[in-house]
């Protein structure tokens, strides 16, 4: 099992920053890769970013390209998403997600999954 809990989250004007991060806990966190999917409600859950275990590999939709950004640090178990230029668009609940193997952008392929975090985007 591995336990995963986002933070950072809040209520930012748009072309604002802010940061989000997830800690985990439970497994080897260098085994996993980490993505960070979105979801408004109604809709299906949307691939955002994700890392391989080693941090050497990362993808993005291309809806935040160039103004988001994933890293990990595996000493500190900790995934984080630096969102800049942030778009009322953007505005969702933002999940961390857990999968043992190869770094995936599908969130059916992942296998634990953190209870969220709100970013709303003010125009």
């Known amino acids: 099992q591995v336990q995963l809990v986002e933070s950072g989250g809040g209520l930012v004007q748009a072309g604002g920053s802010l940061r989000l991060s997830c800690a985990a806990s439970g497994r080897t966190f260098s085994n996993y890769a980490m993505g960070w999917f979105r979801q408004i409600t109604g809709k299906e859950r949307e691939f955002v970013q994700s890392i391989s275990a080693s941090g050497g590999a990362t993808y993005y939709a291309d809806s935040v390209k160039g103004r988001f950004t994933i890293s990990r640090d595996n000493a500190k178990n900790t995934v984080y998403l630096q969102m800049n230029s942030l778009k009322p668009e953007d505005t969702a609940v933002y999940y961390c997600?857990?999968?043992?193997?190869?770094?995936?952008?599908?969130?059916?392929?992942?296998?634990?999954w953190g209870q969220g975090t709100r970013v709303t985007v003010s125009s």
């Open positions: 997600a857990a999968r043992r193997g190869v770094v995936s952008t599908r969130h059916r392929e992942y296998d634990y």
